[in-house]
C-alpha cells in the first residue's frame, strides 16, 4: 500500500529540511570533547540475533493476539477506534479503513526512531500501517508496510526488509556495519514500545472499572 498517501506532506517535508540543516552544523561537533564510539553501548551484530518476523511472503509484520476477557468485540473495536484517533494526529486520514461488521480496522503511523552518524544523533522517520482485527474477548494487531523516509530527498525512501537485509547489514568483508545496527536496535526499542501501547493502552478497562482505573 502507497504509505506516502495517508502522510501530511507538511510532516514530511518539515522532517527533511530540519534533519537537512541539522547535518550542515555536524561540523561544529568537531570543536566539541569528541568521545570515542568505542565508549559507547556495543550491540550485538549477529544477523540471528535481530528479531525481524516475517509472513509467508517475507515482509516483516510484526503481531500478536491479546486475549480481553468479559469485554465484547463492537467494545474492543469501539476502542480501537478510539485509540488510532487519538494516537495519529499528524495524518489527514488517520483511520484508513474500517469495517464494524467484520471488527476490522486500520491506519497507518508514523515513529520517530533514533539514528547517528559519526558523532551526531538525530531522528529517521519510520512509516508503518496499523491493521487490527477484533472479535469476542480478543483483538490481534498486525504492523507492517514499514518504511523509512530518509532526510536527503536524493535517496529513495527504503523499506524496512531492505534496509535490515543481511546483505545490506554486512559489508562485503563480512563485517557488520554498526551504524546501521545501531538503527536496527533503536528501532527495535520503538517497536517494543508501540507493541506495548497496543497490548496495554487499546483494550477497554476490565469490566466494572471506570476510564480512570
Do not use: C
Not at 504509505?3 to 561544529?28: C, D, F, H, K
Not at 467494545?75 to 474500517?98: D, G
Request: proline share 6%; no cysteine; aromatic share 16%.
Amino acid at each position: 500500500m502507497m504509505l506516502r498517501g495517508i502522510v501530511s506532506e507538511w510532516m514530511i517535508t518539515l522532517n527533511r529540511r530540519q534533519s537537512m540543516i541539522a547535518m550542515g552544523r555536524t561540523y561544529l561537533l568537531f570543536l566539541l570533547p569528541i568521545i570515542s564510539l568505542s565508549a559507547q553501548t556495543e550491540y550485538e551484530y549477529q544477523y540471528e540475533d535481530l528479531y525481524l518476523p516475517r509472513d509467508a511472503s517475507g515482509n516483516i509484520v510484526y503481531t500478536d493476539a491479546v486475549a480481553v476477557p468479559g469485554v465484547s468485540g463492537d467494545e474492543i473495536f469501539t476502542n480501537a477506534r478510539h485509540w488510532l484517533y487519538n494516537n495519529f494526529k499528524f495524518f489527514r486520514e488517520r483511520i484508513q479503513y474500517e469495517d464494524p461488521e467484520s471488527g476490522v480496522i486500520g491506519g497507518g503511523g508514523i515513529m520517530m526512531v533514533r539514528n547517528r552518524f559519526l558523532w551526531y544523533l538525530f531522528e529517521t522517520p519510520v512509516l508503518f500501517s496499523l491493521r487490527i482485527e477484533t472479535k469476542d474477548e480478543e483483538f490481534r494487531y498486525f504492523i507492517s508496510d514499514l518504511v523509512i523516509v530518509h532526510a536527503d530527498p536524493r535517496f529513495i525512501d527504503q523499506p524496512i526488509e531492505q534496509a535490515f537485509s543481511q546483505e545490506n547489514l554486512y559489508k562485503t568483508s563480512g563485517k557488520p556495519r554498526k551504524r546501521l545496527f545501531y538503527f536496527y536496535w533503536m528501532f527495535d526499542e520503538m517497536i517494543v514500545g508501540l507493541e506495548h501501547r497496543i497490548k496495554f493502552e487499546l483494550p477497554p478497562p476490565p469490566l466494572g472499572l471506570g476510564e480512570d482505573w
